[in-house]
């Protein structure tokens, strides 16, 4: 049984102001015990959110790392080794809005993703379509393409200290979410991809599902067999929705 995990991603919002409130929010959900949560500050308010909720089962991770581990002259970048050191126990790697607007190659995201895992945090890989590749049915050739990016690099044993976010970007803050069946579709194959090379690695997974998740929506896409949770972008900024989402992931 693969433990669930509702990540929230809170991408560049917030005000000290403003993050001390979800903080007291968040504080005040019962949340499940039986499935991981985590959330995801800009890089700025990460001290204030790993204080504001030490205690509680929520783990705190970063939005992006550096190229590079460690220390060193990478003026503007904050690395995997510096966010081990405030608190952070995971980092999304590959965002689509890294890809796509601010221009992260497949390269650099392999660089990423294994600095990440020499300084010991859990990379969540993420992965998915535009709308353009979707009509062009190249979702699953784009889908495999970033993961091969980074299995042929590293070796697919890395995957077992990792989790994979599927989101297909046109459903990304546009209020539109895939089907329950048409993302179980692109997890299967995800699966199915990866138990080619291990069937272990592939069996123990955690597979998210991103894009437009809502308390709404979040219970029939966890029912499907190969979605493992979800990364949620604009309902974590709002610590009752993301409550009941997480609960929604706990039962
Ligand atoms: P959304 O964002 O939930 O606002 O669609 C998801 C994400 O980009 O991680």
Not at 27 to 55: K, M, W
Not at 90 to 115: M, Y
Not at 166 to 192: C, F, K, M, N
Not at 194 to 205: E, P
């Amino acid at each position: 049984m693969r433990r669930p995990m509702v990540a929230g991603n809170w991408k560049m919002h917030g005000t000290r102001a403003s993050v001390a409130e979800l903080i007291g929010g968040l504080n005040q959900q019962a949340l499940p015990v039986d499935i991981d949560i985590a959330v995801f500050p800009v890089s700025v308010h990460l001290g204030q959110v790993v204080e504001g909720l030490s205690g509680t089962v929520v783990s705190i991770g970063a939005q992006d790392c550096a190229v590079e581990t460690g220390q060193g002259a990478l003026t503007g970048e904050v690395s995997s080794e510096q966010l081990l050191d405030v608190g952070c126990k995971l980092v999304l790697i590959g965002h689509s809005e890294r890809r796509l607007i601010l221009g992260d190659s497949e390269e650099q995201i392999v660089r990423k993703f294994a600095a990440a895992q020499v300084a010991g945090l859990v990379p969540v890989l993420c992965v998915g379509e535009t709308l353009e590749q979707r009509e062009a049915g190249e979702t699953l050739a784009v889908v495999e393409r970033q993961l091969d990016s980074v299995i042929d690099a590293l070796g697919v044993a890395v995957l077992s200290s990792a989790v994979v976010a599927y989101e297909p970007v046109w459903a990304i803050g546009t209020g539109l979410t895939a089907s329950p069946e048409q993302a179980q579709d692109v997890h299967a194959a995800i699966r199915a991809r990866i138990a080619g090379k291990d069937a272990d690695v592939a069996g123990a997974l955690r597979i998210l599902y991103g894009g437009s998740v809502k308390a709404a929506n979040a219970a029939d896409l966890f029912g499907m067999p190969d979605i493992d949770g979800g990364l949620v972008g604009g309902a974590s900024l709002n610590a009752d929705e993301f409550g009941a989402i997480c609960r929604a992931a706990g039962n």
